[in-house]
């Protein structure tokens, strides 16, 4: 079971931190990831990290502005994403996914579980 948080109302400019809380599991085995789904848009590939081990992988588009990272004691993982510009107006989801190869990180087919999604909403 996979509970994200963290979303909310920012301005352009500011920064938010999604948490990724998982239970249930054992959370080594697997790989986490962010994806997000504007109104009227496909759901989108954000992030992933492999925990063991802390492989990621990151949008070509959102480098540079977005750092997936997970705290395994706590089995959570977390989305911090600055310089936030209104084009980043989403529903973010977490979700969760074992055995996926490097390549596939960022593929949406690759995760089986998801979350509920956390609306992070940027005004200009």
């Known amino acids: 079971q996979l509970q994200a948080s963290g979303g909310g109302l920012v301005q352009a400019g500011g920064s938010l931190r999604l948490s990724c809380a998982a239970s249930g599991r054992s959370f080594r085995d697997y790989a986490v990831a962010w994806f997000r789904q504007a109104p009227g848009r496909e759901r989108e590939f954000v992030a992933s990290?492999?925990?063991?081990?802390?492989?990621?992988v990151y949008a070509d588009s959102l480098k540079g502005r977005i750092i997936i990272s997970r705290d395994i004691a706590k089995t959570t993982a977390y989305l911090q994403m600055n310089s936030l510009k209104p084009e980043d107006t989403a529903v973010y989801y977490c979700?969760?996914?074992?055995?996926?190869?490097?390549?596939?990180?960022?593929?949406?087919?690759?995760?089986?579980?998801w979350g509920q999604g956390t609306l992070v909403t940027v005004s200009s």
């Open positions: 990290i492999r925990v063991q081990g802390g492989t990621t």
């Open positions: 979700a969760a996914g074992a055995r996926i190869i490097y390549s596939n990180l960022g593929v949406i087919s690759s995760y089986k579980y």
